[in-house]
Protein backbone atom coordinates (compact mmCIF):
# COMPACT_ATOMS: atom_id res chain seq x y z
CA UNK A 1 0.00 0.00 0.00
CA UNK A 2 2.70 2.52 0.48
CA UNK A 3 3.75 1.98 -3.01
CA UNK A 4 0.44 2.84 -4.27
CA UNK A 5 -0.27 6.07 -2.56
CA UNK A 6 2.73 8.28 -4.10
CA UNK A 7 1.25 6.75 -7.78
CA UNK A 8 -2.13 7.98 -6.77
CA UNK A 9 -0.79 11.38 -6.40
CA UNK A 10 0.76 11.38 -9.72
CA UNK A 11 -2.11 10.29 -11.72
CA UNK A 12 -4.34 13.02 -9.64
CA UNK A 13 -1.95 15.32 -10.45
CA UNK A 14 -2.11 14.65 -14.20
CA UNK A 15 -5.72 14.36 -14.52
CA UNK A 16 -5.74 17.86 -12.42
CA UNK A 17 -3.08 19.32 -15.24
CA UNK A 18 -5.33 18.00 -18.10
CA UNK A 19 -8.84 19.26 -16.58
CA UNK A 20 -7.03 22.55 -15.81
CA UNK A 21 -5.93 22.66 -19.30
CA UNK A 22 -9.06 21.99 -20.86
CA UNK A 23 -10.65 24.96 -18.80
CA UNK A 24 -8.09 27.22 -19.71
CA UNK A 25 -7.80 26.41 -23.64
CA UNK A 26 -10.20 28.70 -25.18
CA UNK A 27 -13.38 26.85 -27.07
CA UNK A 28 -13.94 27.65 -30.62
CA UNK A 29 -17.58 27.33 -31.75
CA UNK A 30 -19.38 26.98 -35.03
CA UNK A 31 -22.10 29.47 -36.20
CA UNK A 32 -24.44 29.49 -39.34
CA UNK A 33 -26.10 32.62 -40.93
CA UNK A 34 -28.65 33.19 -42.97
CA UNK A 35 -28.20 36.54 -44.94
CA UNK A 36 -29.75 37.21 -47.86
CA UNK A 37 -30.83 33.51 -48.71
CA UNK A 38 -26.78 32.50 -48.52
CA UNK A 39 -25.65 30.11 -45.35
CA UNK A 40 -22.63 31.21 -44.22
CA UNK A 41 -20.45 29.75 -41.50
CA UNK A 42 -18.55 31.48 -38.79
CA UNK A 43 -15.76 29.27 -36.39
CA UNK A 44 -14.95 31.68 -33.79
CA UNK A 45 -13.50 31.51 -29.96
CA UNK A 46 -17.11 31.24 -27.69
CA UNK A 47 -15.82 34.17 -25.73
CA UNK A 48 -15.78 36.51 -28.95
CA UNK A 49 -18.87 34.81 -30.29
CA UNK A 50 -21.24 36.01 -27.28
CA UNK A 51 -20.39 39.54 -28.81
CA UNK A 52 -21.74 39.30 -31.98
CA UNK A 53 -25.09 40.23 -30.91
CA UNK A 54 -25.91 41.67 -34.38
CA UNK A 55 -25.95 38.54 -35.74
CA UNK A 56 -28.48 36.70 -33.84
CA UNK A 57 -31.79 37.53 -35.55
CA UNK A 58 -29.47 35.41 -38.77
CA UNK A 59 -28.69 32.62 -37.32
CA UNK A 60 -29.91 29.13 -38.94
CA UNK A 61 -29.21 25.77 -38.66
CA UNK A 62 -25.66 23.89 -39.70
CA UNK A 63 -25.64 23.65 -43.82
CA UNK A 64 -23.52 21.31 -45.96
CA UNK A 65 -22.83 24.28 -49.12
CA UNK A 66 -22.44 27.18 -47.01
CA UNK A 67 -21.52 29.72 -49.85
CA UNK A 68 -17.88 30.63 -46.93
CA UNK A 69 -16.50 29.63 -44.22
CA UNK A 70 -14.62 31.90 -41.70
CA UNK A 71 -12.38 30.64 -39.06
CA UNK A 72 -11.03 33.46 -36.69
CA UNK A 73 -8.52 33.40 -34.11
CA UNK A 74 -6.45 35.45 -32.51
CA UNK A 75 -2.55 35.71 -33.37
CA UNK A 76 0.34 38.19 -33.18
CA UNK A 77 1.06 41.70 -35.03
CA UNK A 78 3.77 40.33 -36.64
CA UNK A 79 1.58 40.46 -40.50
CA UNK A 80 3.96 41.58 -42.62
CA UNK A 81 4.50 40.13 -46.33
CA UNK A 82 1.48 41.47 -48.25
CA UNK A 83 1.75 42.72 -51.49
CA UNK A 84 -0.67 45.67 -51.15
CA UNK A 85 -2.71 46.59 -54.23
CA UNK A 86 -5.34 49.43 -53.10
CA UNK A 87 -6.41 51.03 -50.21
CA UNK A 88 -9.42 52.61 -48.84
CA UNK A 89 -9.82 54.75 -45.45
CA UNK A 90 -12.51 56.60 -44.13
CA UNK A 91 -13.19 58.25 -40.76
CA UNK A 92 -9.85 57.05 -39.33
CA UNK A 93 -10.48 53.07 -40.99
CA UNK A 94 -8.31 51.66 -43.28
CA UNK A 95 -8.60 48.07 -45.44
CA UNK A 96 -5.71 47.55 -47.37
CA UNK A 97 -5.89 44.99 -50.18
CA UNK A 98 -3.51 42.65 -51.78
CA UNK A 99 -2.17 38.69 -51.67
CA UNK A 100 -0.05 36.85 -49.36
CA UNK A 101 1.57 34.09 -50.89
CA UNK A 102 -0.50 33.82 -54.29
CA UNK A 103 -4.06 34.46 -52.16
CA UNK A 104 -6.14 37.54 -52.13
CA UNK A 105 -5.83 39.34 -48.23
CA UNK A 106 -7.25 42.17 -46.23
CA UNK A 107 -5.62 44.50 -43.20
CA UNK A 108 -8.10 46.09 -40.83
CA UNK A 109 -6.77 48.93 -39.25
CA UNK A 110 -8.19 51.24 -37.13
CA UNK A 111 -6.76 54.66 -35.74
CA UNK A 112 -3.42 53.40 -37.09
CA UNK A 113 -3.32 49.79 -35.18
CA UNK A 114 -3.55 46.94 -37.06
CA UNK A 115 -6.72 44.53 -36.01
CA UNK A 116 -6.12 41.51 -38.32
CA UNK A 117 -5.44 40.12 -41.73
CA UNK A 118 -7.99 37.90 -44.13
CA UNK A 119 -6.47 35.83 -46.52
CA UNK A 120 -9.19 33.99 -48.42
CA UNK A 121 -8.50 30.72 -51.47
CA UNK A 122 -9.46 32.41 -54.63
CA UNK A 123 -12.80 31.61 -55.27
CA UNK A 124 -13.47 33.16 -51.36
CA UNK A 125 -15.60 29.90 -50.19
CA UNK A 126 -13.04 30.00 -47.11
CA UNK A 127 -11.42 32.54 -45.38
CA UNK A 128 -8.92 33.02 -42.34
CA UNK A 129 -8.99 36.13 -40.10
CA UNK A 130 -6.33 36.46 -37.72
CA UNK A 131 -7.06 38.69 -34.72
CA UNK A 132 -4.41 40.76 -33.47
CA UNK A 133 -5.78 44.27 -32.14
CA UNK A 134 -7.92 45.55 -29.72
CA UNK A 135 -11.04 46.17 -32.17
CA UNK A 136 -11.78 42.87 -32.35
CA UNK A 137 -15.44 42.65 -32.83
CA UNK A 138 -15.41 45.66 -35.77
CA UNK A 139 -12.62 43.51 -37.51
CA UNK A 140 -14.77 40.29 -37.30
CA UNK A 141 -17.60 42.17 -38.89
CA UNK A 142 -15.91 43.95 -41.26
CA UNK A 143 -14.36 40.87 -42.41
CA UNK A 144 -17.34 38.88 -42.68
CA UNK A 145 -18.62 41.67 -44.73
CA UNK A 146 -15.83 41.29 -47.16
CA UNK A 147 -15.88 37.85 -47.37
CA UNK A 148 -19.57 38.09 -48.15
CA UNK A 149 -19.75 40.12 -50.60
CA UNK A 150 -17.23 38.56 -52.59
CA UNK A 151 -17.81 35.01 -51.98
CA UNK A 152 -21.68 36.03 -53.21
CA UNK A 153 -20.87 38.27 -55.87
CA UNK A 154 -21.19 35.01 -59.03
CA UNK A 155 -24.62 34.42 -57.27
CA UNK A 156 -26.79 37.49 -58.03
CA UNK A 157 -26.11 39.19 -55.01
CA UNK A 158 -24.90 42.82 -54.07
CA UNK A 159 -23.65 44.30 -50.74
CA UNK A 160 -24.78 48.10 -51.40
CA UNK A 161 -23.81 51.05 -49.16
CA UNK A 162 -27.30 52.89 -48.71
CA UNK A 163 -29.88 53.60 -46.23
CA UNK A 164 -33.36 51.61 -46.93
CA UNK A 165 -36.62 51.51 -45.53
CA UNK A 166 -39.61 49.46 -46.37
CA UNK A 167 -43.75 51.10 -47.50
CA UNK A 168 -46.23 48.52 -48.22
CA UNK A 169 -44.34 45.66 -48.82
CA UNK A 170 -41.50 47.32 -51.14
CA UNK A 171 -38.33 48.19 -50.16
CA UNK A 172 -36.79 51.89 -50.87
CA UNK A 173 -33.06 51.95 -51.21
CA UNK A 174 -31.20 55.91 -51.33
CA UNK A 175 -27.90 55.94 -52.10
CA UNK A 176 -25.32 59.08 -52.66
CA UNK A 177 -21.59 60.09 -51.33
CA UNK A 178 -20.72 60.14 -47.21
CA UNK A 179 -22.62 63.19 -45.67
CA UNK A 180 -25.12 63.22 -48.90
CA UNK A 181 -28.26 62.68 -46.19
CA UNK A 182 -29.11 59.04 -46.77
CA UNK A 183 -29.89 58.53 -43.04
CA UNK A 184 -31.70 61.91 -43.34
CA UNK A 185 -34.01 61.22 -45.88
CA UNK A 186 -34.73 57.62 -44.50
CA UNK A 187 -35.75 59.37 -40.97
CA UNK A 188 -38.02 61.61 -43.08
CA UNK A 189 -39.83 58.65 -44.29
CA UNK A 190 -40.16 57.09 -40.93
CA UNK A 191 -41.66 60.55 -39.26
CA UNK A 192 -43.77 61.53 -41.84
CA UNK A 193 -44.62 58.47 -44.06
CA UNK A 194 -47.43 56.04 -42.29
CA UNK A 195 -46.54 52.79 -42.29
CA UNK A 196 -42.96 53.30 -43.06
CA UNK A 197 -39.87 51.28 -41.29
CA UNK A 198 -35.97 51.31 -41.50
CA UNK A 199 -34.72 47.81 -43.14
CA UNK A 200 -31.27 48.88 -42.85
CA UNK A 201 -29.09 52.01 -42.47
CA UNK A 202 -25.62 51.39 -44.42
CA UNK A 203 -24.97 47.61 -45.63
CA UNK A 204 -28.75 45.95 -46.96
CA UNK A 205 -28.19 43.14 -49.72
CA UNK A 206 -30.18 43.37 -53.13
CA UNK A 207 -30.74 39.88 -54.56
CA UNK A 208 -31.54 39.16 -58.19
CA UNK A 209 -33.02 35.58 -57.88
CA UNK A 210 -33.42 32.71 -60.57
CA UNK A 211 -36.69 33.77 -61.48
CA UNK A 212 -36.29 37.76 -62.16
CA UNK A 213 -37.15 38.89 -58.75
CA UNK A 214 -35.22 41.52 -57.01
CA UNK A 215 -35.53 41.60 -52.87
CA UNK A 216 -33.27 43.95 -50.69
CA UNK A 217 -32.67 41.63 -47.32
CA UNK A 218 -31.61 43.22 -44.01
CA UNK A 219 -28.47 42.16 -42.94
CA UNK A 220 -26.32 41.75 -39.69
CA UNK A 221 -24.19 45.50 -40.81
CA UNK A 222 -25.69 48.67 -40.25
CA UNK A 223 -23.15 51.63 -39.83
CA UNK A 224 -23.57 53.39 -36.82
CA UNK A 225 -27.44 52.34 -36.76
CA UNK A 226 -27.92 49.10 -34.81
CA UNK A 227 -30.52 48.19 -37.30
CA UNK A 228 -30.14 43.87 -37.46
CA UNK A 229 -33.89 42.60 -38.92
CA UNK A 230 -33.61 39.44 -41.12
CA UNK A 231 -36.66 40.99 -43.20
CA UNK A 232 -36.44 40.62 -47.17
CA UNK A 233 -38.57 43.14 -49.42
CA UNK A 234 -39.91 43.17 -52.83
CA UNK A 235 -37.42 46.04 -54.58
CA UNK A 236 -39.60 49.06 -55.00
CA UNK A 237 -37.11 51.76 -56.49
CA UNK A 238 -33.47 52.84 -56.08
CA UNK A 239 -33.15 56.60 -55.12
CA UNK A 240 -29.64 58.62 -55.60
CA UNK A 241 -29.64 61.92 -53.58
CA UNK A 242 -28.09 65.08 -53.93
CA UNK A 243 -27.72 68.24 -51.72
CA UNK A 244 -29.85 71.00 -53.26
CA UNK A 245 -31.94 74.32 -52.99
CA UNK A 246 -34.90 72.97 -54.03
CA UNK A 247 -36.54 69.56 -54.40
CA UNK A 248 -36.89 68.03 -58.07
CA UNK A 249 -37.31 64.30 -58.81
CA UNK A 250 -36.06 62.35 -62.40
CA UNK A 251 -35.95 58.93 -63.90
CA UNK A 252 -32.74 57.34 -64.41
CA UNK A 253 -31.82 55.24 -67.18
CA UNK A 254 -28.74 53.28 -68.97
CA UNK A 255 -25.00 54.14 -68.13
CA UNK A 256 -26.42 56.89 -65.66
CA UNK A 257 -27.68 54.51 -63.75
CA UNK A 258 -25.66 51.70 -63.93
CA UNK A 259 -22.78 54.46 -62.46
CA UNK A 260 -25.03 55.40 -59.75
CA UNK A 261 -25.41 51.89 -58.68
CA UNK A 262 -21.75 50.68 -59.21
CA UNK A 263 -20.68 53.85 -56.86
CA UNK A 264 -22.70 52.05 -53.86
CA UNK A 265 -21.77 48.44 -54.41
CA UNK A 266 -18.75 46.65 -52.81
CA UNK A 267 -16.70 44.50 -54.24
CA UNK A 268 -13.13 43.87 -56.42
CA UNK A 269 -13.28 45.13 -59.92
CA UNK A 270 -9.76 43.67 -60.39
CA UNK A 271 -10.56 40.55 -59.65
CA UNK A 272 -12.14 38.61 -62.99
CA UNK A 273 -14.34 36.38 -61.29
CA UNK A 274 -15.77 38.52 -58.69
CA UNK A 275 -16.00 41.39 -61.30
CA UNK A 276 -17.61 39.35 -63.98
CA UNK A 277 -20.36 38.85 -61.30
CA UNK A 278 -21.21 42.15 -59.92
CA UNK A 279 -21.39 43.68 -63.86
CA UNK A 280 -23.75 40.64 -64.70
CA UNK A 281 -26.12 41.75 -61.61
CA UNK A 282 -25.60 45.78 -61.95
CA UNK A 283 -26.47 45.82 -65.85
CA UNK A 284 -29.23 43.58 -64.82
CA UNK A 285 -30.48 45.78 -62.21
CA UNK A 286 -29.93 49.00 -64.18
CA UNK A 287 -32.55 47.31 -66.97
CA UNK A 288 -34.97 46.23 -64.63
CA UNK A 289 -35.17 48.59 -61.79
CA UNK A 290 -36.57 51.55 -61.31
CA UNK A 291 -33.76 54.45 -60.98
CA UNK A 292 -33.79 58.17 -59.81
CA UNK A 293 -32.60 60.50 -58.82
CA UNK A 294 -33.58 63.35 -56.60
CA UNK A 295 -32.12 66.46 -55.75
CA UNK A 296 -33.59 67.82 -52.16
CA UNK A 297 -33.85 69.60 -49.32
CA UNK A 298 -33.71 67.51 -45.73
CA UNK A 299 -37.64 68.28 -45.49
CA UNK A 300 -40.86 66.41 -45.39
CA UNK A 301 -41.53 67.59 -49.15
CA UNK A 302 -38.65 65.94 -50.21
CA UNK A 303 -39.56 62.69 -48.54
CA UNK A 304 -43.20 63.11 -49.93
CA UNK A 305 -41.86 63.79 -53.71
CA UNK A 306 -40.09 61.12 -53.47
CA UNK A 307 -42.85 58.24 -51.85
CA UNK A 308 -45.56 59.67 -54.23
CA UNK A 309 -42.90 59.66 -57.53
CA UNK A 310 -41.67 56.19 -56.88
CA UNK A 311 -44.36 54.48 -54.99
Not at 60 to 78: A, H, I, N, Y
Not at 96 to 122: H, I, M, Y
Not at 199 to 217: A, E, L, Q
Amino acid sequence: MTMKYPIAIQCYGQIHAEVYGKLNKKMTVKRFYNIAGHTVTLDIEETLATTLTNYEPFETEESTKPVFTLTVREGTDDLDGMKVEWRQEEEGQEIVCGTVEGKPAFSFVWQGENGGRLVCDNDYRTAFLTLCGNHRKATVDNAMMVVFALATSPHGTLLFHSSTVSHNGKAYMFLGKSGTGKSTHSRLWLQNIEGTSLVNDDNPVVRIHDDGMIRVYGSPWSGKTPCYRHVDYELGAIVGLSQAPENKIRRMKGIEAYALLAASVSGKRWDKSVADGLHRSLNQLATVAAVWHLDCLPDRDAALLCMTTTA
